[in-house]
């Protein structure tokens, strides 16, 4: 069977306690999903918000799929329960690759890698192409080399590294 990978989005809590009033489907990470898919690499998405999950039933879910490769998008609103997510997921779920993308970890990803050791990468900027290429190494059995990863910002040996940046997406006209 062909491996598979995760795309999560947490729930977005409302401040004021309310319940949120739209279903809210991640379009950025059903693009690399379905980026990735079509590369060959079959990526599913676990969104919270659009499907009202608690953290702990993502969680769970992610748990039950035991994935080689979960990449995480986050907002100013839901990283610190994204951080905690993947502590959680890196104790659960032997060898498994944990990644961030979106605004909120591009901006801030030499601070989130150095003060949250369970994340193993943050890939800035757009995630398709970078993703892809990540879950097709995976896929292999390879061991994890971020080195040709367009956009990561990741560790070795405590020295943070990053490749060239991620390119932006061209859509030829049909
Ligand atoms: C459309 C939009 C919305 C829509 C849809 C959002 C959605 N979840 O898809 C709605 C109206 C629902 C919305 C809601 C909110 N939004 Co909004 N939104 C935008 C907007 C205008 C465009 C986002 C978009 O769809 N881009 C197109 C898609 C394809 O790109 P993308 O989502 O950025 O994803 C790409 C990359 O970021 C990256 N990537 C993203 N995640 C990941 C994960 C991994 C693992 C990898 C590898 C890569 C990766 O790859 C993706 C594909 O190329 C941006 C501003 C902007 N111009 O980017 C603000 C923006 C993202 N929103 C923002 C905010 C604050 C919110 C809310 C928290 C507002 C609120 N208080 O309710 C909520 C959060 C909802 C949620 N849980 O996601 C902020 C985030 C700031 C921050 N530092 O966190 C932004 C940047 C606006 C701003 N400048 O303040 N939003």
């Not at 993502?58 to 951080?83: H, N, Y």
């Not at 757009?126 to 995976?138: D, N, R, S, T, V």
Request: proline content about 6%; hydrophobic content about 45%.
């Amino acid at each position: 069977m062909a491996t598979k990978h995760l795309l999560c989005n947490l729930r977005l809590e409302d401040p004021m306690g309310g319940e949120n009033s739209l279903p809210r489907c991640h379009i950025g990470i059903l693009s690399i999903a379905a980026h990735a898919s079509e590369s060959g690499c079959l990526t599913e998405v676990i969104d919270g918000d659009a499907d009202g999950l608690q953290d702990m039933e993502v969680f769970e879910r992610i748990c039950s799929f035991s994935p080689k490769l979960v990449g995480f998008t986050a907002t100013q609103a839901t990283i610190s329960r994204v951080l905690l997510l993947c502590e959680q997921v890196a104790r659960s779920v032997p060898g498994v690759v944990i990644v961030l993308g979106g605004e909120q970890a591009t901006f801030t990803a030499e601070r989130l890698l150095s003060d949250n050791r369970s994340v193993n990468a943050i890939l800035t900027g757009e995630g398709e192409i970078p993703f892809a290429m990540l879950a097709a190494q995976l896929s292999l059995d390879s061991p994890v080399d971020f080195s040709g990863i367009p956009g990561a910002t990741y560790l070795r040996a405590n020295a943070m590294q990053q490749s060239a940046p991620a390119w932006v997406l061209i859509n030829p006209a049909p």
